[in-house]
């Protein structure tokens, strides 16, 4: 099944003003300006150079099919700090136990479309659109978005994905065909993350699994502090296949 950093989607309507964004203007209005249920803006495009700028200022894009685009900022923010991941004794031997093979950035589309196919086959439709899934490829091509892959007896069966802007990872969606798969996913990319002196790792929004993984609610303020800071570090632009140490 799929377990996105976020939940569902709901169809929407919108009873309360939200920014409208042109394609023409590579713009974002403040985060500060979203509403209570942390839309922002509807409208613009999934173009990379649009996808980067609205991470680096912690918004990003979830809606349905047939929907405009929605532009997200959610207060508090659900969020992981590496050194603070929380990894239970049944979780610690899975890990010991040399079941699971862990790679980075080998099945990018494949980590994706399962992610997509899961979360579809739950009944609900889903959030990670055709044009969703081709915008985050490009930015896998581009160096920004990276893949964790698990494999058991030479078979994905588990991994995750997002995007990597200097010291912050945003998390977009894992999936599991086994038990444990995903949690391997994260608390591997989450140690590996830590070595590299990364800060945080963004969940966008609460849920239950990542709760028990040691995820946490974060005022936007807080949030948006770690962002403007961020904006000062490099980014490690590439694949990062060879980049860490695998599992």
Known sequence: M?????????????????FLLSDDDLVFPDPSLAREDGILAIGG???????????????????????????????????????????????????????FEVTYDT????VITACQQNDRGRGHGTWITTDMLEAYCQLHDEGY???????????LVGGLYGISLGK????ESMFFKVSNASKVAFVSLAKNLEA????????????????????ECLP????????????????????WTDLFSVD
């Open 168 to 171: 912050c990872f945003f998390g």
């Open 2 to 18: 799929a377990v996105s950093m976020n939940s569902p989607p709901i169809l929407l309507t919108f009873s309360m003003p939200v």
């Open 196 to 215: 590299l002196g990364f800060w945080m790792i963004d969940c966008q929004q609460e849920t239950g699994h990542l709760q028990r993984l040691g995820a």
């Open 107 to 110: 099945e990018f589309r494949k």
């Open 220 to 239: 936007r303020l807080q949030f948006q502090e770690i962002l403007r800071r961020n904006t000062k570090e490099q980014t490690i632009v590439g694949k």
């Open 45 to 99: 495009d999934l173009t990379a150079k649009r996808l980067l700028l609205a991470y680096q200022m912690g918004i990003f894009p979830w809606y349905n099919e047939g929907e405009p685009i929605i532009w997200w900022s959610p207060d508090p923010r659900f969020v992981v700090f590496p050194d603070k991941i929380r990894v239970t004794k049944s979780l610690r031997q899975v890990l010991r136990n040399g079941n």
């Open 145 to 155: 978005a990276h893949s964790t892959e698990v494999w058991k007896d030479g078979q």
